[in-house]
């Protein structure tokens, strides 16, 4: 449990700078507008699906570190702005850790409060990527996931990986890692080599 | 009970279908987007309603059926496209029929849940009309309920004649199929017509 | 009690009149969309506090005065319509005594619900601002709160003092007017001589 809470915590950091470094493209945000961004980004996902699965209290409301893990982030976003943004490999690969930590926590949450295994792992996909969706959606962009390279796609398949070795036994800490590791292994590969899902039309 | 049921599967899988064509427009949606699309068109009225009524599980979580009738709704909407595109009227009337029922099955949850008339017929508006306003948001649009034709008037024009005429005791169902009819018809009339609601200014 | 419910109420017919003008400046809102930004605009941001407390019933689902409320705002801002966009300051002034009743409601209420103070200084900026930003969604804007001026900052700067007079024992009714006062002060003064937060990058 320990690890797992730490890596929620480290993924709240992750989220919270991309969110925080997101803003930069339109180059009018003051601190308040950025520590929205970051805050939302952060515990965007997880809010929603606690509130669909009616998980009270919230994480952030009852937990002061998740809060904490995002100033964190705004901290570092702040202090490290031109390392990070000369860096969008780096960026990239913090984010990729973020979705994959989040989709596991969210997909065990979900489990554990009873959800079915398709409901979990929409759940655990929705933590991991709705936080950067509704960021985008109060900057007024489209959301990258509707649009984009292979995202919340990769979580599902994670999703369904964790439950496929959970099935057969995998022990939990061993078969968190493993999934987030094919999530990550996905989402880094399709990248690289600007795979897509094909177009619906 | 299992007429209404049953009416509000067809309800979900004619929205699905048109959240997943509302995609078209813009020609750069994949799989994954296309499914979300149609997924909070489907649900997205609903969810709300649930929330604000504070009524758990939600639906589409509780219910496989919600979710394997938006599964339908995509598969139509891929299968039948180049015909559906055609027959933009085809389409106006399948959405038509959906914002009837939904209307009616929202008011009547409220109603049941103890909101009073008011508020039923608000849920019952919102039921209908906000799962298509959500996924205008997330598509980056202004949602057309806000500057189109009459469409949530008729909703809330066909959710207080159900109320009336349950006062004068109408058989349930009679009333819920008279309502409804009540709803498609200002929406086709004023669509063959053309005709809005005043501005404001 | 009493006085407090006056300001809430009279806090929601300011900010449904902000919400009806708001639709101005695109010219093509209908009767509906008007009231609709209306309504969210005024009872938005304590909406969203409720989902994310646990508080049910939602205050307008409970309390008709609400809804009554708002339409009094809607129905003073189509009287006076001329009036009103005539007399920008006017509004401003409006908007500025709306948030300041607001976050001091917000985070009353979220204290006697168990909040921290962190916490309950944030849900009383978000029961102030949040409306005006669902509506600026809505409306496809990116979000004021984001690119403007000191506007959240205020409303965090008075529930920070309100904390502090509450502790040093200040009388709650008195408290409620001073700490109300520093919100509309700073943003009064920010506005006149045109200050804002620093940018972040």
Redesign the interface.
């Known amino acids: 449990m320990e690890i797992q809470y730490i890596f929620e915590l480290f993924g709240t950091v992750v989220f919270a700078i991309s969110g ?1 470094l997101a ?2 493209e ?9 520590a ?2 970051a805050f939302i980004t952060a515990v965007g996902g997880g ?1 929603l699906r606690d ?4 998980s ?3 994480v952030w ?1 009852n937990d ?1 570190n998740v ?1 904490y893990a995002v100033f964190a982030g705004i901290l570092l976003a ?1 202090l490290f ?1 031109k390392y990070f943004s000369r860096l969008r490999i780096t960026l990239m690969l913090f984010d990729t850790l973020g979705i994959a930590l989040f989709t596991i926590v969210g997909l065990e949450k979900a489990h554990s409060l009873g ?2 295994d ?2 979990s792992v929409m759940m655990g996909m929705m933590t991991a990527v709705m936080g950067g ?1 509704l960021r985008d ?7 990258t ?3 984009q390279e292979i995202y ?2 990769a979580c599902i398949v994670g999703g369904v990986a964790y439950l496929v070795f959970d099935n057969f036994g995998l022990d939990r800490n061993i078969n968190f890692i493993v999934s987030g590791a094919i999530i990550a292994a996905i989402r880094i590969v399709t990248v690289k080599y600007n795979l ?6």
């Open positions: 925080a803003g930069d339109r180059q009018k945000h003051d601190w308040f507008g950025i929205c961004f809010t509130l669909f699965l009616n009270y209290p919230l409301i002061m809060i702040g702005f959800a079915n398709f409901i969706m959606v109060l900057m007024n962009r489209t959301p996931i509707f649009v919340a796609t897509s899902l094909p177009k619906f039309y």
